[in-house]
């Protein structure tokens, strides 16, 4: 940041940009492209007239909405050509984040790849509205639509969301304690003991990105699933362990293999077992795994 900005002018975008990071995250998808936004972001912030902005909050969440808009438009393409199935990029988060339900959930991998699921202007609508709760005309004025249209936006993006998100919304302690058995159970590699915690119908999957192995599809079922943990993964690379961390708000699994870092594996819980793995291995999106990552809704 240069020098030559007004010390309040400074204040106010890092006072903001904590919030900043989650909107163009939400959005993106990407902490690496999240970056980029918000350098983008502070450039503009330091050129503007800072005596004509009578809200710098609200600002700056629209010139964040339409950068994040806009890179997620040439993404989105790059996405298409992806080595196997892409998840978002992981990020650790502080124990707030896990105690903040609304945050931990809108941050979580399972409504991230839903958000994949709608198109760009959908979901920086659905960000901006359902989990920012702004104002109609202000997001109007960053994805560049009339109010009565956003209203149209927002309601259709609502309902794609609402026919694929989880059932209902489940407590970090409950992942938590189901995310305890199945590492005791990934440690020991017993089959019988991944049978128990994973769902009938469990999905695995694993992004590596074409740099790191990874199924090029999605693995169904708890026996597949349960094989692939007991007898494949990490145990021909090398010795594998496991080291409990936050992740998107939710308990997670930092995988080692060789003492190195290897990858990351959060989870979906329904009714007490795991529906849901989602192992991310490409080493391009574990950056953001070796520290802390500030979220604000606020």
Same mark, same amino acid.
């Given at each position: 940041?240069?020098?030559?900005?007004?010390?309040?002018? @400074? $204040?106010?975008?890092?006072?903001?940009?904590?919030?900043? =990071?989650? %909107?163009? +995250?939400?959005?993106?998808?990407? !902490?690496? *492209?999240?970056?980029?936004?918000?350098?983008?972001?502070?450039?503009?912030?330091?050129?503007?007239?800072?005596?004509?902005?009578?809200?710098?909050?609200?600002?700056?969440?629209?010139?964040?909405?339409?950068?994040?808009?806009?890179?997620?438009?040439?993404?989105?393409?790059?996405?298409?050509?992806?080595?196997?199935?892409?998840?978002?990029?992981?990020?650790?988060?502080?124990?707030?984040?896990?105690?903040?339900?609304?945050?931990?959930?809108?941050?979580?991998?399972?409504?991230?790849?839903?958000?994949?699921?709608?198109?760009? @202007? $959908?979901?920086?609508?659905?960000?901006?509205?359902?989990? =920012?709760? %702004?104002? +109609?005309?202000?997001?109007?004025? !960053?994805? *560049?639509?009339?109010?009565?249209?956003?209203?149209?936006?927002?309601?259709?993006?609502?309902?794609?969301?609402?026919?694929?998100?989880?059932?209902?919304?489940?407590?970090?302690?409950?992942?938590?304690?189901?995310?305890?058995?199945?590492?005791?159970?990934?440690?020991?590699?017993?089959?019988?003991?991944?049978?128990?915690?994973?769902?009938?119908?469990?999905?695995?999957?694993?992004?590596?990105?074409?740099?790191?192995?990874?199924?090029?599809?999605?693995?169904?079922?708890?026996?597949?699933?349960?094989?692939?943990?007991?007898?494949?993964?990490?145990?021909?690379?090398?010795?594998?362990?496991?080291?409990?961390?936050?992740?998107?708000?939710?308990?997670?699994?930092?995988?080692?293999?060789?003492?190195?870092?290897?990858?990351?594996?959060?989870?979906?819980?329904?009714?007490?077992?795991?529906?849901?793995?989602?192992?991310?291995?490409?080493?391009?999106?574990?950056?953001?795994?070796?520290?802390?990552?500030?979220?604000?809704?606020?």
């Amino acid at each position: 940041m240069s020098d030559d900005v007004t010390d309040p002018a @400074t $204040e106010a975008f890092l006072s903001h940009r904590n919030l900043l =990071f989650t %909107v163009a +995250y939400e959005v993106l998808g990407s !902490a690496a *492209d999240t970056e980029d936004v918000l350098q983008e972001t502070w450039l503009r912030w330091a050129r503007a007239d800072h005596g004509q902005v009578r809200d710098p909050r609200a600002y700056l969440v629209v010139v964040t909405t339409r950068l994040a808009l806009d890179r997620l438009r040439v993404v989105k393409r790059h996405r298409e050509t992806y080595v196997g199935p892409w998840l978002p990029e992981p990020l650790l988060t502080a124990p707030d984040v896990a105690e903040d339900v609304e945050l931990a959930e809108s941050v979580s991998m399972a409504l991230m790849l839903v958000l994949e699921t709608l198109s760009p @202007t $959908e979901r920086a609508v659905f960000v901006l509205r359902e989990v =920012f709760d %702004v104002g +109609y005309d202000e997001i109007a004025a !960053a994805v *560049d639509k009339s109010p009565a249209a956003v209203r149209q936006v927002a309601h259709r993006a609502r309902r794609h969301v609402d026919a694929r998100r989880p059932r209902r919304a489940v407590s970090s302690a409950e992942v938590r304690a189901v995310m305890c058995s199945f590492r005791r159970a990934v440690d020991t590699g017993g089959p019988q003991a991944l049978l128990e915690v994973l769902a009938p119908q469990v999905v695995l999957i694993s992004d590596g990105g074409g740099i790191k192995h990874a199924a090029l599809r999605p693995v169904t079922g708890a026996e597949r699933v349960a094989r692939m943990f007991a007898g494949g993964i990490g145990r021909v690379e090398g010795a594998l362990t496991t080291e409990p961390a936050l992740v998107n708000g939710y308990p997670a699994l930092l995988i080692h293999l060789g003492g190195e870092l290897d990858g990351v594996m959060a989870i979906s819980v329904e009714d007490a077992r795991i529906t849901s793995l989602f192992y991310v291995r490409n080493p391009e999106k574990l950056s953001h795994v070796t520290s802390v990552t500030p979220l604000s809704l606020n």
